[in-house]
Nanobody
């Protein structure tokens, strides 16, 4: 079985930066998703297994960067200039393909890490 574990969330102020990490193993494309209270889970960023292709939600406007270190089995999400609207539980997910980034297309999920951004 595949186990994913997110870390790095916390309580920050608007304008701060955070790095989220997700540990995982296996040859998977990886994605970050987020879910705010009462909202649907939404795609944030994705990356191919080798790291050569990245995908982003257009709504992030270049503030977030996804990367991975396969030797360490870790995927990162670097978030800059955080806004209160970024407050959500952030999940990492694994997929056998990077052709789709819809939540229902992902194969495995972590339990999430909470990011709270205050104004």
């Amino acid at each position: 079985q595949v186990q994913l574990m997110e870390s790095g969330g916390g309580f920050v102020q608007a304008g701060d930066s955070l790095r989220l990490s997700c540990t995982a193993s296996g040859r998977y494309a990886m994605g970050w998703f987020r879910q705010a209270p009462e909202n649907e889970r939404q795609f944030v960023a994705g990356i191919s297994w080798a790291g050569g292709k990245t995908y982003y939600s257009a709504s992030l406007r270049g503030r977030f960067t996804i990367s991975r270190d396969n030797a360490e089995g870790t995927v990162y999400l670097d978030m800059k200039n955080l806004e209160p609207e970024d407050t959500a539980v952030y999940y990492c997910a694994a997929s056998g393909s990077d052709s789709s980034w819809y939540p229902n297309g992902m194969d495995y999920w972590g339990k999430g890490t909470l990011v709270t951004v205050s104004s």
